[in-house]
């Protein structure tokens, strides 16, 4: 499976911001703030990381049906996209 095009584009923003966000955390627990702050930011870098990842199983999912109407084979069967995205749920 190849990505491309805007969910490329789509998917190295959200992981870009994510990098971002884990950096910010760092200096957050480098700074001594509060866990609460910085529990609540974890979880805004998890979020992001999760949808960038359900992004290229859609892209995958799209791949396929594409492929199967063009009478060609997929590059990753559904049973295949499945159990990745069961990873991230």
Not at 50 to 68: M, N, P, S, W, Y
């Amino acid at each position: 499976m190849e990505i491309e095009g805007d969910a490329l584009t789509d998917v190295i923003k959200r992981l870009r911001r994510a990098e971002g966000q884990i950096r910010g955390i760092i200096a957050m627990l480098e700074a001594g703030r509060d866990c609460a702050d910085v529990v609540t930011q974890l979880a805004a870098v998890s979020k992001a990381l999760d949808r960038a990842g359900f992004k290229i199983i859609a892209t995958g999912l799209r791949q396929c049906v594409t492929a199967e109407q063009d009478g060609q084979e997929p590059a990753l069967d559904v049973a295949r996209l499945e159990k990745l995205f069961l990873s991230l749920a």
